[in-house]
Nanobody, 123 residues
Framework: VQLVESGGGLVQPGGSLRLSCAASGFFFRSYGMGWFCQAPGKDREFVGAINWSGGFAEYADSVKGRFTISRDNAKNTVYLQMNNLEPEDTAVYYC?????????????????WGQGTQVTVSS
């Protein structure tokens, strides 16, 4: 299993970024996918997750209405569209895969992780 995130960077408050996570080495469409973030000195936190078909997604309260998860099973890729970014969103963002195709909100439910991509929101 390999997960490779991309799309992070520096953005001003109120700006947008789209993160991508390219998956390989497993049957992508049978896995639920999640995004987590970790700021310096803090635990890894749930951001959002999407089920195998893309028909169901759930989000942390702090990002509802601002972030959207989607997936393209033909491209083995999951996305995190981040709008109206705030300085508090600054963190390393990780993509994760969960066998069984359903979502989860805790990190221990995901068995495979990417290396992370840095998102910095600052003026």
């Amino acid at each position: 299993v390999q997960l490779v995130e991309s799309g992070g960077g520096l953005v001003q408050p109120g700006g947008s970024l789209r993160l991508s996570c390219a998956a390989s080495g497993f049957f992508f469409r049978s896995y639920g996918m999640g995004w987590f973030c970790q700021a310096p000195g803090k635990d890894r936190e749930f951001v959002g997750a999407i089920n195998w078909s893309g028909g169901f997604a759930e989000y942390a309260d702090s990002v509802k209405g601002r972030f959207t998860i989607s997936r393209d099973n033909a491209k083995n890729t999951v996305y995190l569209q981040m709008n109206n970014l705030e300085p508090e969103d600054t963190a390393v963002y990780y993509c994760a895969a969960r066998r069984g195709g359903v979502t989860a909100t805790i990190a221990s439910a995901f068995g495979s992780w990417g290396q992370g991509t840095q998102v910095t929101v600052s003026s």
